[in-house]
T-cell receptor
Framework: ETGVTQSPTHLIKTRGQQVTLRCSSQSGHNTVSWYQQALGQGPQFIFQYYREEENGRGNFPPRFSGLQFPNYSSELNVNALELDDSALYLC??????????????FGEGSRLTVL | AQSVTQLGSHVSVSEGALVLLRCNYS??????LFWYVQYPNQGLQLLLKYTSAATLVKGINGFEAEFKKSETSFHLTKPSAHMSDAAEYFCAVSDSASGYQKVTFGIGTKLQVIP
């Protein structure tokens, strides 16, 4: 069984640039969620993708966008980077998105630093 | 709206002592509750979850948590702390009211185990 993998693990960008983070979901999982974890904080829900559609979104501006592909892998794109976007970005895969009781399987995250 | 409050951002215990990490939740519908653990530079791993079955939930590594509806609490305990338990612990709540799995995390409690 292949777990959730994320790339890149670390990256540095400057203000105003754009970034793309990638995630491969655990084998058999059809749902991917993205979270932002700022230093010293808990993960904050960005959005969730199910069957290649965004089916839920947290309190993040439109410059945070995503995609899910037919193989259930996913991308998180952030445009016009701001200093406050510096954080660990976590991808989590799961089953049964509508039931709320499923376990999230997390990758190790992509640490983004914006200078 | 669902939310989680974790009391104590840092907890220190001696090796062999009782571990008690506190979590209170707020949810407009019957909740699903989770405890996740995060080791340095890693993603989150599920310790245990409550999904309306038994109120006392046993998890991995000797941890357990008790769901108390009257107190809206879901505290995490372990009878005897081990050095390997040093990590950050996140309480989380989810429900199916939104039609997708939005998991809301607490701010986290960093557990230090003193030899």
């Amino acid at each position: 069984e292949t777990g959730v993998t994320q790339s890149p693990t670390h990256l540095i960008k400057t203000r105003g640039q754009q970034v793309t983070l990638r995630c491969s979901s655990q084998s058999g999982h059809n749902t991917v969620s993205w979270y932002q974890q700022a230093l010293g904080q808990g993960p904050q829900f960005i959005f969730q993708y199910y069957r290649e559609e965004e089916n839920g979104r947290g309190n993040f501006p439109p410059r945070f966008s995503g995609l899910q592909f037919p193989n259930y892998s996913s991308e998180l794109n952030v445009n016009a980077l701001e200093l406050d976007d510096s954080a660990l970005y976590l991808c989590a895969s799961s089953l049964n998105p509508g039931q709320g009781n499923g376990e999230l399987f997390f990758g190790e995250g992509s640490r983004l630093t914006v200078l | 709206a669902q939310s989680v409050t974790q009391l104590g951002s840092h907890v220190s215990v001696s090796e062999g002592a009782l571990v008690l990490l506190r979590c209170n939740y707020s949810s407009s519908v019957p909740p699903y509750l989770f405890w996740y653990v995060q080791y340095p530079n890693q993603g989150l791993q599920l310790l245990l979850k409550y999904t309306s079955a038994a109120t006392l939930v046993k998890g991995i590594n000797g941890f357990e948590a008790e769901f108390k509806k009257s107190e809206t609490s879901f505290h995490l305990t372990k009878p005897s702390a081990h050095m390997s338990d040093a990590a950050e612990y996140f309480c989380a709540v989810s429900d199916s009211a939104s039609g997708y799995q939005k998991v809301t995390f607490g701010i986290g409690t960093k557990l230090q185990v003193i030899p």
